[in-house]
């Protein structure tokens, strides 16, 4: 399992339109086989979001970020975040859940 995760630190006053803009892309990142995918904002800095995508291999995520529907997304957003946007991963080191019987 991997963790991807993608820091957007978006133009002041656009946050809002960035989060309406972007919120497709979770959808998309589950469809292309992401068990999970999130994004949160930074209380000390509101402008400072991080998406977070649980995968199983690489090649999903690397398909998803290079698909049409991304690449459209991202071109409408582009004039709502500073570049570069660079994907980093991270191995699952532990995990701690609760069942649900």
């Known amino acids: 399992m991997h963790v991807n995760y993608i820091d ?5 006053f656009r ?9 497709p892309a979770l959808d998309r990142a589950l469809a292309a ?14 402008l ?6 649980v995968w199983e291999n ?3 995520f690397e398909a998803y970020w290079a698909s049409d ?3 459209a997304l991202r071109e409408k957003a582009v004039s709502l975040f500073h570049k570069p946007v660079l994907p980093s991963w991270h191995s699952l080191a532990a995990i701690a859940t609760v ?3």
């Open 99 to 101: 069942d649900e019987d």
């Open 8 to 12: 957007w630190h978006v133009i002041p």
């Open 48 to 53: 400072h979001f991080r998406q977070v995508s």
């Open 15 to 23: 946050a809002d339109r960035f989060l309406e803009t972007w919120r």
């Open 58 to 60: 690489k090649e999903d």
């Open 69 to 71: 529907e991304i690449a």
């Open 33 to 46: 086989g992401a068990s999970a995918c999130y994004i949160t904002r930074d209380i000390d800095d509101p």
